[in-house]
């Protein structure tokens, strides 16, 4: 299985500040025949599904705002959130969908400072 | 828009099997990988594994021995049964939408979730 680890667990950030998660996984995400990425951001809030945010590694999934990005290749990834906004309090996920049984990371909590 | 909704008894005794359905509305199941993922309380996300329309599936070798996953077509539904439940198999219970095949994991329509509890 590939194994997903994010850091940090949590974390707080003021709003208007960024907020920047990292993810890696425990084997390449890139695969070569595309030159595609198969990881996956989430968004859940308390008492909701996760939302699927990004995917591609750095493709925003429709009407989720700009101020939501992500980067990196290979096993190492990012999510940032350019501006906190109040709206973005949740824990998010990375998630791996290269090779079944897809995982995910164990999640970072995002507050408010 | 497309929508996902679980159903299914919200207590199952321990050693009995637990059974959910997922109704799919707004778009044909056809064509399309069809996921059922898990969370505990207060955890984080086990992805339980998939079918494709056709009735072909995939599950996580972690639940393998445990798990049946089904489809109708007719009824734009499908389905979980696991057996042999225990107290850690209670969580939230989601169905998601994946992709073609080469994105059958990237899960971008969730079901809201239905709670499980395995008690006597």
């Known amino acids: 299985d590939i194994v997903m680890t994010q850091s940090p667990d949590s974390l707080a950030v003021s709003l208007g500040e960024r907020a920047t998660i990292n993810c890696r996984s425990s084997q390449s995400l890139l695969y070569s025949s595309n030159n595609k990425n198969y990881l996956a951001w989430y968004q859940q809030k308390p008492g909701q599904p996760p939302k699927l945010l990004i995917y591609?590694?750095?493709t925003r999934e429709s009407g989720v705002p700009d101020r939501f990005s992500g980067s990196g290749s290979g096993t190492d990834f990012t999510l940032t959130i350019s501006s906190l906004q109040a709206e973005d309090v949740a824990v998010y996920y990375c998630?791996?969908?290269?090779?079944?049984?897809?995982?995910f990371g164990p999640g970072t909590k995002v507050d408010i400072k | 828009q497309v929508q996902l909704q679980e159903s299914g008894p919200g207590l199952v005794k321990p050693s009995e099997t637990l059974s959910l359905t997922c109704t799919v509305s707004g778009a044909s199941i056809s064509g399309l990988y069809w996921s059922w993922i898990r969370q505990p309380p207060g955890k984080g996300l086990e992805w339980i594994g998939y079918?494709?329309?056709?009735?072909?599936?995939n599950y996580n070798p972690s639940l393998k021995s445990r798990v049946t996953i089904s489809v109708d077509t007719s009824k734009n539904q499908f389905s979980l049964k696991l057996s042999s439940v225990t107290a850690a198999d209670t969580a939230v219970y989601y169905c998601?939408?994946?992709?073609?095949?080469?994105?059958?994991?990237?899960?971008?329509?969730w079901g809201k979730g239905t709670t499980v509890t395995v008690s006597s």
């Open positions: 998601a939408k994946g992709g073609i095949a080469a994105v059958a994991g990237r899960m971008d329509v």
């Open positions: 998630q791996q969908y290269y090779s079944t049984p897809f995982t």
């Open positions: 079918i494709y329309y056709s009735g072909s599936t």
């Open positions: 591609w590694a750095s």
